[in-house]
């Protein structure tokens, strides 16, 4: 029970967190900033998806299965209640058993989504998740913000259960909050924030459980303009306190960063730098556990990379793997 209150207090407050270890890095550069950016997959306003979302994927959505732990047959009563207390009832939640015949069938105990909701108990796929965050971006360049699950309505609908359809690694400055970058409201995003956007093992953890069970099937790790952490890595220096872990952990990216040069005018070292950091804890999350490389190698779950530009508000992919 420890371990899963953990879990929804990650799901809920920023989560400050440093990831020590390092990681492989497979993904090639991007050789220019911004909307710019050649390996972007949609650099202009109207961020139109890319046909290249849908290739590998071994099976459709929805067929995920709930884990074994949350399985009715095989948990005990208690516990399982005591679960729900905590979290909720997730879109995995399992059919109940077939009523006795010659009785009327129990109302399952399941969320309830209105039709107003998000996406209802259907999985969202990452190729839609990523057409939602960029179609939401476009909403907040342009000024046109839905703000259409902020209302006491959708408060209502989401007190009932969580459908997150994505979830973003993005960093704590103030100036990146996902929910309004991405013109999503109450319940859309499970969001995981730290300093220049690192992970450590409660990061992946809170990541497993927006997984395995929210069925969340896209994580983008977002990163961004001018980034303080990237560029306290990059000009070195003394750092104390905890801070040090922070840096530790951006620089195997900024020194890549440095190596490849890939400085062009349209991104220097430093926006080089930032995307290195993002697709090198793409690839971390990629490898860090069995919850998440089963569904990446099986095609239901993408791990991408994107960069927001601090000026313009313009959010564009900056990794995006083919499996
Ligand atoms: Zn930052």
Redesign the pocket.
Same mark, same amino acid.
């Given at each position: 029970m420890k371990v899963l209150k953990h879990i929804m207090a990650a799901s809920v407050f920023v989560i400050s967190t440093t990831f020590l270890a390092g990681a492989s890095e497979t993904a090639k550069e991007p050789e220019k900033g911004g909307a710019a950016d050649a390996h972007s997959v949609d650099h202009s306003p109207s961020h139109s998806e890319p046909s290249s979302m849908k290739p590998g994927r071994k099976e459709k959505s929805g067929t995920k299965k709930p884990t074994a732990e949350f399985a009715h047959d095989i948990m005990p009563i208690d516990t399982e209640e005591k679960v729900k207390r905590i979290i909720g009832n997730s879109r995995h939640t399992p059919p109940k058993k077939k009523p006795v015949s010659h009785k009327k069938a129990p109302a399952p105990v399941v969320a309830v989504h209105t039709p107003e909701s998000a996406h209802g108990s259907a999985p969202i796929d990452a190729e839609e998740a990523v057409k939602r965050l960029l179609d939401g971006n476009r909403r907040y360049i342009t000024g046109t913000n839905s703000a259409a699950h902020r209302s006491a309505q959708r408060r209502t609908e989401v007190a009932k259960g969580q459908h997150p359809f994505a979830v973003i690694v993005g !960093?704590?400055?103030s100036r990146?909050p996902p929910e309004i970058l991405f013109d999503q409201g109450m319940g859309d995003l499970f969001v995981v924030r730290s300093?220049?956007?690192v992970i450590d093992d409660i990061a992946v953890g809170s990541i497993e459980y927006a997984v395995e069970h929210l069925g969340v099937q896209l994580i983008m790790v977002l990163g961004?303009e001018r !980034?303080?952490?990237?560029d306290a890595t990059l000009k070195g220096g003394a750092v104390g306190g905890k801070l040090k872990s922070v840096i530790e952990a951006i620089k195997p990216a900024v020194e890549k960063a440095k190596a490849k040069n890939q400085v062009t005018h349209g991104c220097d070292l430093l926006c080089s730098s930032v995307k290195s950091n993002a697709r090198m804890v793409a690839e971390k999350l990629k490898k860090s556990s069995p919850v998440l490389t089963d569904p990446i190698e099986n095609g239901i779950l993408r791990v991408v990379g994107a960069y927001y530009e601090l000026e313009s508000g313009v959010v564009s992919l900056t990794y995006k793997p083919v499996l």
């Amino acid at each position: 029970m420890k371990v899963l209150k953990h879990i929804m207090a990650a799901s809920v407050f920023v989560i400050s967190t440093t990831f020590l270890a390092g990681a492989s890095e497979t993904a090639k550069e991007p050789e220019k900033g911004g909307a710019a950016d050649a390996h972007s997959v949609d650099h202009s306003p109207s961020h139109s998806e890319p046909s290249s979302m849908k290739p590998g994927r071994k099976e459709k959505s929805g067929t995920k299965k709930p884990t074994a732990e949350f399985a009715h047959d095989i948990m005990p009563i208690d516990t399982e209640e005591k679960v729900k207390r905590i979290i909720g009832n997730s879109r995995h939640t399992p059919p109940k058993k077939k009523p006795v015949s010659h009785k009327k069938a129990p109302a399952p105990v399941v969320a309830v989504h209105t039709p107003e909701s998000a996406h209802g108990s259907a999985p969202i796929d990452a190729e839609e998740a990523v057409k939602r965050l960029l179609d939401g971006n476009r909403r907040y360049i342009t000024g046109t913000n839905s703000a259409a699950h902020r209302s006491a309505q959708r408060r209502t609908e989401v007190a009932k259960g969580q459908h997150p359809f994505a979830v973003i690694v993005g !960093c704590s400055d103030s100036r990146v909050p996902p929910e309004i970058l991405f013109d999503q409201g109450m319940g859309d995003l499970f969001v995981v924030r730290s300093a220049g956007n690192v992970i450590d093992d409660i990061a992946v953890g809170s990541i497993e459980y927006a997984v395995e069970h929210l069925g969340v099937q896209l994580i983008m790790v977002l990163g961004h303009e001018r !980034c303080g952490a990237v560029d306290a890595t990059l000009k070195g220096g003394a750092v104390g306190g905890k801070l040090k872990s922070v840096i530790e952990a951006i620089k195997p990216a900024v020194e890549k960063a440095k190596a490849k040069n890939q400085v062009t005018h349209g991104c220097d070292l430093l926006c080089s730098s930032v995307k290195s950091n993002a697709r090198m804890v793409a690839e971390k999350l990629k490898k860090s556990s069995p919850v998440l490389t089963d569904p990446i190698e099986n095609g239901i779950l993408r791990v991408v990379g994107a960069y927001y530009e601090l000026e313009s508000g313009v959010v564009s992919l900056t990794y995006k793997p083919v499996l």
